[in-house]
């Protein structure tokens, strides 16, 4: 059985290695800090800076003037006075 020069393996407290040439080929310094998460089955690894990028051009649509917050607090305290209706409306109230 050959072994992938990429091929990683889970060790003592579920530390892994990243081989040399992924490292050399991210230029991943010794101390940089990576984030991970799941996507489906899979595990990724990505610099904060790469994740702060994305955001960034997903929501670059969004006018400056625009607060996402303002707007979603908005939207719950709607929701909260249909709620309050509809829940006085079943009471009789």
């Known amino acids: ?8 393996q889970v060790g003592a407290q579920g530390r892994v290695v990243i081989p040399a040439a992924l490292r050399k080929a991210m230029n991943l310094k010794p101390g940089e800090r990576l984030v991970a998460r799941i996507e489906g089955n ?4 990505e610099r904060r800076e790469a994740i702060a990028r994305r955001l ?24 909260a006075r249909r709620e309050k209706a509809r829940m006085e409306k079943m009471s009789g109230g």
């Not at 059985?1 to 990683?8: A, I, K, L, R």
């Not at 899979?42 to 690894?45: A, C, D």
């Open 1 to 8: 059985m050959s072994v992938n020069p990429n091929e990683v």
């Open 42 to 45: 899979r595990l990724v690894l």
């Open 56 to 79: 960034q051009n997903r929501f670059s649509h969004i006018p400056g003037d625009v607060r996402l917050a303002d707007e979603l607090i908005e939207e719950r305290r709607e929701e």
